[in-house]
């Protein structure tokens, strides 16, 4: 295992083990933080047999300490899903596992968030809550489901997913290798996530959004399935963020709505981590546009 290798970690936060996958360097520029989808796991971010699609390593590889996290209620804190109901309970629960993750270890100049579907969820509220976030990714969200993905969704429980499902989160197929496919990236959901997946788009969204003060990066996929991504659905996510100093969106063509798991998942992931290194840039006074297209 070489330096740059992902490893699994858990951690005790308030006395519920917390798991994730993480990657230290010496010397950080900063730590990107990685927050999951639903009925998936840390791995996302390390796509399993795909090491040139995994975030975690080219963040490494471009001078990034890197964790993804698997959100309470996912990985070693799945016994403990039911008590996580509470939005400010998930979040004290996420930074508590990046802060005992990291340790005493150096962590540049700040946390860059990254957040994927009903991820982009904490990732957001941490963005608003923790004091070292420098800027946030966020991509497969929005604020108006398509029709096809409303019919699905109406069916969904934490116990039962409809058969449409996996047809809707992996389409179109050739986009993603094989082995993604098969299963290999998918865990229990959590009980909360219903609520969750109730109130984002109408009422969380709009609201959190509206307090993030860092740099947002906004992906949207061009096989997007589960989100209306048109040019005026998109321009609405991007009017959401009034107090950001800015705001990028980045179109990712040939790409589905997992991002981060697909043949050109090392597109988009370099693309994130150069709006990481941008918003490091930010700190030193320059100021773009408020909203600007990739």
Known sequence: MSASDPTRRVVLVDGVPMSGLAVQVADPRAVVVAVHGGAT??????????PALSLLRAAAAQGFSAIALDRPGYGASGLYADGFADPALRVAAASGAVDAMLGAATRGAGLFLVG???????ALRMATTHPEVIGVEL??????YTDAARDVISEASVTSRPAGLRDLLWQPTDLYPPEVKTGALSAPGAPYEGEVTANWPRRDFPATAAQVRVPVQFSVAEHESVWESGPESVAAIAALFTSAPRVRINEMSGSGHNLSVGHNADQYHARVLSFAGESLAARCGRDPDHVEAS
């Open 116 to 122: 994927h579907s009903a991820g982009c969820e904490l």
């Open 139 to 144: 991509a497969g969200t929005g604020l108006r």
């Open 41 to 50: 796991s840390s791995a996302y971010f390390d796509c399993p047999g795909r």
